[in-house]
């Protein structure tokens, strides 16, 4: 028995699937060719866009920086702005200054010129009122006496060249206080440390206690004089060394408070001061006559005054002042 093979299909249906399926492809490949496309053009568009996107980085950095740079130079100018308008308002403060001076001095040009015034005559009484000023304020701050001399000397020459009657009785004022001032002799303060000084350089030389000789002494006194040794209590001699000392240093030290008290021109803490020298010294000397002297020019001292005690002092310079102002409400 034989078996019949299938009849092939004949050439023309072949070509015709052939064809169809052809036509199956070409929409196929033109889409993928579409797409392709799509897709290059779609990353040529993102290159564009990022190149767009760092070049307006770039522009907007620099507009940042030339901003920044734009605020700098306001920031700049602000401030010389500022330092122009302090400026200017020194120049004013000192143009206004200037023109006030201006004003004074004339005015001071003015009053001088006035024939009423008699511009010398107001010169040496100006000189005058000046001296007597710093005559005054040296004696009184500086306790200089030879100063206010000088200044209240000066004074009377400056007043002699002064030729009007009405100030005659002022040059005599001047010569009483100057004649005041010529019998005080020495200035109150340097007197008193000159005395403390001499007095405590005689003290400062006081002997030692004598030892005495106990061989001179009963026998029951020399048998106990290394052991007892009797003594006044209202004796506070000091007569060990150590002792001595110290009375000597507390000595020193309280005539170093008087002097710095009468430098200062404080009569408390000078008198103080010299009472508690009393004290110490009561401990140093051993005679009682030495002790009485020294105590009684230690009295005197601190009986002297400090201070100038002047009751005209200032007399001059007021009656000087009081007359220029009576002149001067007359002229108004």
Do not use: C
């Not at 990353?43 to 760092?54: I, K, N, P, V």
């Not at 130079?73 to 302090?86: K, N, P, S, Y």
């Not at 005054?136 to 206010?148: K, M, S």
């Not at 170093?256 to 000397?285: C, Y």
């Amino acid at each position: 028995m034989s078996t019949s093979l299938p009849d092939s299909p004949p050439p023309r249906r072949r070509r015709a699937r052939l064809w169809r399926r052809l036509l199956w492809l070409i929409p196929l490949l033109l889409l993928t060719a579409a797409g392709w496309r799509g897709w290059l053009w779609w990353q040529g568009h993102e290159a564009a866009d990022r190149a767009t996107s760092s070049d307006i980085g770039l522009r907007l950095d620099g507009l940042n920086e030339r901003v920044g740079a734009l605020r700098g130079d306001q920031r700049a100018q602000a401030q010389r702005l500022q330092q122009a308008i302090a400026t200017n308002r020194v120049l004013r403060d000192e143009l206004l200054g200037l023109g006030e001076r201006s004003a004074l001095i004339e005015d001071s040009f003015a009053k001088y010129t006035d024939p009423s015034r008699h511009g010398a005559q107001a010169l040496r009484l100006d000189e005058a009122e000046l001296l007597l000023s710093l005559g005054q304020q040296r004696l009184l701050i500086a306790g200089d006496l030879d100063g206010a001399r000088r200044g209240y000397a000066l004074a009377a020459g400056v007043l002699a060249g002064v030729d009007d009657p009405a100030y005659l009785s002022l040059r005599q004022t001047l010569g009483q206080e100057r004649a005041a001032l010529d019998a005080l002799g020495g200035e109150p303060r340097a007197l008193a440390l000159a005395r403390l000084d001499a007095w405590a350089q005689s003290v400062g030389s006081v002997p030692e206690p004598a030892t005495v000789d106990t061989r001179s002494r009963p026998w029951w006194q020399r048998a106990f004089a290394g052991i007892v040794e009797v003594r006044h209590h209202d004796n506070a001699v000091a007569l060990d060394p150590v002792s001595r000392a110290d009375a000597q240093t507390g000595l020193q030290l309280e005539i170093s408070l008087a002097r710095a008290a009468a430098e200062r021109r404080d009569d408390a803490g000078f008198r103080i001061a010299l009472r508690r020298v009393d004290v110490w010294l009561a401990q140093l000397v051993t005679q009682p006559a030495t002790l009485q002297a020294d105590r009684t020019r230690l009295h005197e001292i601190a009986a002297m005054p400090l201070s100038l005690s002047l009751p005209t002092l200032g007399t001059t310079l007021a009656q000087l002042r009081q007359l220029r102002a009576t002149r001067r409400e007359s002229a108004e």
